[in-house]
């Protein structure tokens, strides 16, 4: 069953608009399923409550454009930050549903301005957390093409606990410096396809996660792949974590070109959230104007309790399961131009090493005028620029054909093992361990 809108039979006030559209949906799901298609023109309305085998569908020209009212969001029971609590719903929302879609070469535009100056001035005017763009909660099948989605109130795209999504060809435009705004956010879920995607947000562009040590339930976020996107401004390209403490597993990124992204591909928890990251694989990807291409952090301080003692120290502490752990994660191929702080930084906790790490037939080469920046977000790091690969308490950690120019230092390592070099060069030399600065490790 298809049914097609025109905007001229909706020109209503915002909320008669809004229901106007959700009984159009309502009756596709009653009927069995379908397509609901906007015609070109604008469509004013407030949130969305998408149903199974329903798809959204906006021809060229269509815009369906959301209200920066909080009235226009019903509170629901989702998770915010790996946490499950009261929120507004997101613009566009479904739960428990199967067979949805949002398709078309139309525009979605979550009118952000107003929800990002009240999250700045006015957080206390902010009855829930901020909507998002298009949110979906223990939900299968899912497909996303083709759409343009523009000035998310907060994350664009996060499907909670959902399995089978596809995401391709869709474009994402927060500004740069619209407060978390993050990209695509797939979370706890399983069998996620993005593909040939445009990202140029205000946070990270696309964020791997599993939840927090305060969720209630650990599930995992796996089998994910991401290939032929661009992304462009934001804290990171590509980052999994922080909240993974139900893991993350069986990740491969291929194909894609990053773009003054802060961090290129970033890996970052901290005591307390427990969880594993392992088996993930990057390769084919081009790095330009990145303050460092290859973070892995487990000394995170962002959010709740991350200023604690616990958090920051580097002495030892018990191996719990509230311990995280990094490892068996590749690169291969890649080219990083532009650098401005260091050419990577990987460091573990006292207790646990990240472990398992490869490099092969990487470039990197540093700007010519860099800004001094943090390649990490840790307590006690200090801004630098022109730095080679930074390591502290890593394990098993091999360089193979690496190339980096115009760095001071190739290699500073703290509390290393099993770390070899081969075959790589540090502006125009040839490293060898005797190159490296040893400072209480074992090479």
């Not at 719903?89 to 009240?118: H, M, R």
């Not at 301080?301 to 030892?316: A, M």
Request: some cysteine; proline content about 4%.
């Amino acid at each position: 069953m298809d049914i097609q809108l025109q905007e001229k039979q909706l020109r209503k006030t915002n909320g008669q608009m809004t229901e106007a559209i959700q009984a159009k949906i309502d009756e596709l799901f009653t009927h069995g399923g379908g397509r609901l298609t906007f015609t070109a023109g604008t469509y004013q309305t407030g949130a969305l409550f998408l149903k199974s085998n329903v798809e959204l569908h906006l021809m060229s020209g269509a815009r369906l454009v959301f209200s920066d009212d909080p009235q226009d969001y019903p509170v629901v029971t989702s998770r915010w930050e790996g946490v499950k609590r009261a929120l507004y719903a997101s613009c566009i929302y479904a739960e428990n549903a199967e067979n949805i879609a949002v398709t078309g070469f139309g525009t979605i535009d979550g009118q952000g301005q107003k929800w990002w100056t009240l999250f700045r001035e006015h957080p206390e005017d902010l009855a829930y957390p901020r909507p998002k763009l298009i949110s979906f909660d223990c939900c299968q099948r899912i497909n996303l093409k083709d759409i343009y989605l523009i000035d998310s109130p907060s994350w664009t795209v996060n499907p909670i606990l959902c399995q089978d999504i596809t995401i391709d060809n869709v474009r994402i435009k927060n500004p740069a410096d619209s407060p978390n705004t993050d990209g695509i956010d797939p979370e706890s879920c399983k069998n996620v396809r993005i593909t040939n995607c445009h990202i140029d947000v205000g946070d990270d562009c696309i964020a791997i996660k599993s939840g927090t040590e305060d969720t209630a339930e650990r599930i995992s976020c796996e089998n994910i792949t991401i290939s032929n996107c661009q992304m462009l401004h934001g804290h990171g390209a590509v980052v999994l974590g922080s909240e993974m403490s139900g893991d993350i597993r069986n990740v491969t990124i291929s194909n894609c070109i990053f773009q003054e992204t802060d961090r290129g591909i970033r890996l970052k928890s901290r005591r307390g959230r427990g969880g594993i990251i392992e088996d993930v694989r990057v390769s084919n990807v081009v790095m330009d104007q990145v303050v460092c291409p290859f973070t892995l952090n487990l000394y995170y301080f962002c959010g709740p309790r991350g200023k604690e003692k616990y958090v920051w120290d580097k002495q030892p502490y018990p191996i719990t399961e509230d311990t995280p752990h990094f490892r068996r994660i590749h690169f291969a191929d890649i080219t990083a131009r532009n650098v401005h702080a260091a050419a990577g930084f990987i460091y573990g906790l006292a207790e646990r090493s990240i472990s398992e790490v490869t490099f092969h037939d990487i470039t990197v080469s540093m700007a010519d005028d860099p800004i001094p920046g943090k390649p990490a977000m840790m307590t006690g790091i200090e801004d630098m620029t022109n730095e080679g690969f930074f390591l502290g308490f890593a394990k098993n950690i091999q360089f193979d054909r690496i190339d980096l120019q115009g760095v001071k230092q190739a290699f500073h390592v703290e509390q290393g093992s099993d770390i070899t070099v081969s075959r790589s060069f540090a502006n125009g030399r040839s490293i060898d361990l005797e190159g490296v600065h040893q400072d209480d490790h074992d090479l």
